[in-house]
């Protein structure tokens, strides 16, 4: 079987073993947060900090809720990183924001953050501040015992079919899962062009 038969053979299998309930779940917490009028905070590293980019796009313009992504303030991501240290980047940006229990932190990351191994830091501590402000945790991660999975019982680990490519598919399925969502009818409110 070719590498691209084998990727796209467990792209198929990952998404027939997605917890759809737990999907449903984070929906309607994110329907209630909507309805305070709470905002989410988005963070990631590398390409899911991309990605965190583009749901909170698609967060504001579809589902009409209010949404930022620290990553996408380069200059204050990069002065509080060389100012500051990198560990503490996001929570500083969170308690800039006056971040509260009406809110919302979504992490998107492969690892979910593991301060044992010295990974995601910043994520660690991002999710460890939302937890003591009473505001929801949630996430769509690639891998289990994932920092997230001590603050929250309420976000998805996208199935390891193959230990060789947790990162590849772990960033894809944010992508299919965060769409899903703000194409949902509980939480959609614009339609997409096309």
């Not at 963070?43 to 749901?55: P, Q």
């Not at 501590?125 to 929801?136: D, K, L, P, R, S």
Request: hydrophobic letters at 40%; proline letters at 3%.
């Amino acid at each position: 079987m070719s590498f691209t038969s084998r990727h796209l053979e467990e792209t198929v299998k990952i998404a027939s073993l997605i917890d759809a309930e737990k999907v449903e779940e984070i929906i309607d917490n994110l329907l209630e947060l909507k309805k305070r009028q709470g905002r989410i905070f988005f963070v990631g590293v590398g390409g899911s900090a991309a990605n965190a980019s583009h749901a909170v796009n698609d967060f504001r313009k579809l589902a009409n809720i209010e949404s930022y992504a620290p990553t996408d303030n380069i200059a204050e991501l990069t002065a509080r990183t060389n100012d500051e240290g990198w560990s503490t980047v996001f929570v500083e940006w969170l308690r800039t924001s006056r971040m509260d229990s009406n809110d919302c932190l979504f992490v998107l990351s492969v690892g979910g953050g593991n301060r044992d191994q010295n990974v995601s830091v910043n994520i660690c501590e991002a999710i460890e501040f939302t937890h003591n402000v009473g505001a929801f945790v949630t996430g769509i991660v690639g891998k289990r015992d994932s920092h997230l999975s001590k603050y929250s019982k309420s976000y998805l680990e996208v199935p390891i079919v193959n230990p060789n490519s947790i990162t590849p598919h772990a960033e894809s399925f944010q992508e299919v899962i965060w769409h899903l969502m703000v194409s949902h009818p509980k939480l959609a409110v614009n339609k997409t062009k096309w």
